[in-house]
């Protein structure tokens, strides 16, 4: 399932602004990842929507792989997306295991953002601090120290009690040169009534939303629709790596039980089968090379 990105250029031109309402991308990715405690759920959820969002300022073959690296170095979340719309994300092992009480603690004091965007031709890697310990901000001023660029992310999830996404949406602002930077606190403040604007984005006629548009930020402009879509790119080939990891004795066991042998990507949840035939060619394979 694919969600909407709607481009639009507001304040006659001063202002670039994205909206999103992701609640079926959310919903596909988040249920991946149930056994993880909530905070992780919903950090990694507001990321996915943030990444999201910057999905739509990528060219070409461009590419944008974000880490938030938390006060504890091995706790790590990765959100990847292309100027294709293909996202993907997910909580590392180490940081699986925690069960952080709020997203404050889980970020900690030196957490921080890191951003590699690359083409076929160059790479630029950034990294900023995270002085919030809230994604949103955190974010925004990523851009703000990082490009140079006055940017505001703000996004909201309402969760059900079952702990699915009930509704999920969100905004990226960026102020065009010379534009004043009361126009971007002023989409801020606006987020809130845009709200009503925002939960329904996917059913509302590009009318509605222009009339609702224009009477907060004026003369305003819709410039493209970009898609966003969850892809992952895992193979079974890849999780032959995995058999490097385990010692010939567990394989040899396998193998002695007759069973295929699962393996399972953290990023989509897919499931691999080896069969043992595939194990005992490995193991030969192994033993030559
Ligand atoms: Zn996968």
Known sequence: MSTSIIKTLIFDKQVRLYLTNNTGLLNEIIPIHQEANHVIKATLANSLSVVSL????????Q???????????????HIDVDAQGNLRGYANDHLLAQEPTSVKQLIGQKGSIRMIKSSNMNQFTGITDMPYQDIDKDFSHYFQQSEQTDT?????????KKNT?????????????????????????????????LSKLSNMTETELAATLRKYFGEFSIIGYDEVQFFCDCSKEMFFGLLHAMNKGEIENQIQSGQPMPASC????????????????????????
């Open 165 to 197: 996404i009930a509704n999920s949406y969100g905004l990226y602002a960026q102020l065009l040169p010379q534009a004043s930077k009361e126009l971007l606190m002023y989409v801020g403040e606006a987020f809130d009534v845009l709200t009503s604007v």
């Open 266 to 289: 953290n990023i989509c949840g897919k499931t691999y089968l080896f069969t043992t035939e595939e194990l005992r060619t490995y193991l030969q394979e192994d033993g030559n090379g």
């Open 63 to 77: 590419r944008l792989s974000t880490t938030l690296l938390m006060s504890q170095p091995k706790n790590k979340m």
């Open 152 to 160: 505001l992310f703000k996004t909201n999830i309402d969760w059900t």
């Open 54 to 61: 910057l999905s739509a300022t990528l060219k070409e073959k």
